[in-house]
């Protein structure tokens, strides 16, 4: 499973750095960076979470 981020409707929230920090990070701005494309099978529901509470949709999860 990989994670996409569209940081054109990020909202600088940071839900998802506080549900996955390890996954996420923020720019200068508070926009949404990806730290980590591909999500290893033990940390895919942390993930999905983070996903689930954006709170903009700017993340999604992808097969491969």
Same mark, same amino acid.
């Not at 054109?8 to 996420?24: E, H, K, L, R």
């Not at 730290?35 to 993340?59: I, K, T």
């Given at each position: @499973?990989?994670?996409?981020?569209?940081?054109? #409707?990020?909202?600088? %929230?940071? @839900?998802?750095? @506080?549900?996955? *920090?390890?996954?996420?990070?923020?720019?200068?701005?508070? #926009?949404?960076?990806l730290?980590? *494309?591909?999500?290893?099978?033990?940390?895919?529901?942390?993930?999905?979470?983070?996903?689930?509470?954006?709170? %903009?949709?700017?993340?999604?999860?992808?097969?491969?």
């Amino acid at each position: @499973m990989r994670v996409v981020a569209d940081r054109q #409707i990020c909202m600088a %929230s940071g @839900m998802c750095v @506080m549900t996955a *920090d390890g996954f996420f990070d923020q720019d200068d701005d508070g #926009i949404v960076l990806l730290a980590v *494309d591909d999500v290893p099978d033990g940390e895919q529901r942390r993930v999905h979470n983070a996903v689930n509470l954006c709170p %903009s949709g700017a993340l999604q999860l992808v097969p491969g």
